[in-house]
T-cell receptor, first 110, second 115 residues
């Protein structure tokens, strides 16, 4: 069974700081990775897709992929209270399915 | 923008009722999925479909069935609702690109309560 692990948190950071979220996965052959943000009571929203080793930046978000070590991370710069949410990582779980982590709860404090 | 629309945001049903949850996507995606999400358990895949009239069981198919008669529509059916099926139900869709697994886009979710 393909697995993904995330620290459930909560991870608390002060406003303006960098939040660092991590995810490890079991399948070395995975070629694509995704980060989703989920506000309480809402559905997951895609925020980053990453397909190759290295960093991918989109605004205040940077996804970092290290296939050799089988981890993917998400950095959120200049964290804002509106970033407070649960962040889910996902990777291919066989066929066209995605396997999701259970999520890390992020709290950005004023 | 991809739009995945679920027919109901909130639903309350009685034990033993047959329940239909509908999902429609407007981006011509081949793949469609039904998940349920419960506190502490994360997203669990119930059923998925790669094409019209095709379906495959996910991790927790018991008590559920699905129907995909048209490419844009994927229905989840609770044959006889039970209280342990009280949950948030999430529909998602994604594009097929050969061996590359692509991102899934979610509907707004249906919070189902079975009483």
């Amino acid at each position: 069974q393909k697995e993904v692990e995330q620290n459930s948190g909560p991870l608390s950071v002060p406003e303006g700081a960098i939040a660092s979220l991590n995810c490890t996965y079991s399948d070395r052959g995975s070629q694509s990775f995704f980060w989703y943000r989920q506000y309480s009571g809402k559905s997951p929203e895609l925020i980053m897709s990453i397909y190759s080793n290295g960093d991918k930046e989109d605004g205040r978000f940077t996804a970092q992929l290290n296939k050799a070590s089988q981890y993917v991370s998400l950095l959120i710069r200049d964290s804002q209270p509106s970033d407070s949410a649960t962040y889910l990582c996902a990777f291919p779980g066989g066929g066209n399915k995605l396997t999701f982590g259970t999520g890390t709860q992020l709290k950005v404090e004023l | 923008d991809v739009k995945v629309t679920q027919s109901s945001r909130y639903l309350v049903k009685r034990t033993g009722e047959k329940v239909f949850l509908e999902c429609v996507q407007d981006m011509d995606h081949e793949n469609m999925f039904w998940y349920r999400q419960d506190p502490g358990l994360g997203l669990r895949l119930i059923y998925f479909s790669y094409d019209v009239k095709m379906k495959e069981k996910g991790d927790i198919p018991e008590g559920y069935s699905v129907s995909r008669e048209k490419k844009e529509r994927f229905s989840l059916i609770l044959e006889s609702a039970s209280t342990n099926q009280t949950s948030m139900y999430l529909c998602a869709s994604s594009l097929s690109r050969g061996a590359l697994v692509t991102e899934a886009f979610f509907g707004q979710g249906t919070r189902l309560t079975v009483v």
